[in-house]
């Protein structure tokens, strides 16, 4: 009988082992195990209150570990739904802030390049589309050059078509920089256009993890990626139309 072979998976980057998280009530996280290798780019899904924001304000370090423990390497970046940039410096005044160092002009120029706004370095926050915006916060993250990166559902306030245009991006950036990703995201589609791994959780815990072993770049008609789309779905309790 024809064993499939064993997934390797690379060194981890970020352990988590035994973390719970409670708020005066059933457990937000509950005993959570999970670790993403240097490089690798997970998808993590699941339902409102599964316990996806408190695991990624834990790993950004913006709650404290009470119970369990969390390894996470020191230079970290995070992205937020909200580009959150400062309406009263310039773009690329924002994307250098707090580089400190002689060349953090240049640094952050050159961060503006690899996400297609060299042509808007000068203009003010305010003047930019959403998607201009979010392509300045990815570059604000990735001119720290860090080993993890978090994605907190960069794309969920964009129309269509930019979501599209911006997670294509994304991809192309990932595998130029090979940061480990943690991409906290509701579409299924996306994360298996983008990720290695998708983990969806529920009540805290793990529900299902599925390995995504396709070609890049990923085409949403092939049978694998459909096949994929299916057990996630099933995972967050999607009913799907039957054929």
């Known amino acids: 009988m024809h064993r499939p072979e064993p997934v390797i998976r690379p060194e981890p980057v970020i352990r988590i082992e035994g973390l719970t998280r409670r708020f005066g009530g059933p ?6 195990d999970l670790s993403v290798g240097r490089g ?10 599964s316990g996806k924001t408190t695991l990624l304000r834990t790993l950004a370090g913006l709650d404290d570990v009470t119970e369990g423990r969390v390894q996470v390497p020191g230079d970290v970046a995070v992205v937020f739904q909200e580009s959150r940039l400062l309406p009263w410096k310039r773009v690329w005044q924002n994307v250098g802030l707090g580089l400190g160092a002689r060349d953090a002009k240049d640094r952050a120029i050159a961060a503006l390049g690899e996400v297609g706004l060299d042509h808007r370095v000068d203009a003010w926050p305010l003047t930019l589309s959403g998607g201009e915006a979010q392509r300045a916060g990815i570059a604000r993250a990735l001119v720290r050059e860090p080993q993890f990166l978090m994605l907190d559902e960069p794309f969920a306030s964009l129309d269509a078509l930019t979501r599209l245009k911006m997670q294509a991006m994304v991809g192309e950036l990932w595998q130029r920089h090979r940061c480990a990703v943690l991409l906290v995201t509701h579409d299924v589609d996306e994360a298996l256009l983008l990720a290695d791994r998708a983990v969806v959780l529920e009540h805290g815990r793990i529900r299902t993890e599925v ?6 770049p990923r085409r949403h008609a092939d049978a694998e990626f459909n096949r994929l789309r299916g057990v996630l779905l099933d995972a967050l309790g999607v009913e799907q139309a039957s054929h």
């Open 27 to 32: 457990a937000v996280l509950d005993a959570l």
């Open 40 to 49: 690798e780019f997970v998808a993590l899904l699941g339902r409102s209150g």
């Open 211 to 216: 390995d995504i072993d396709l070609p890049r």
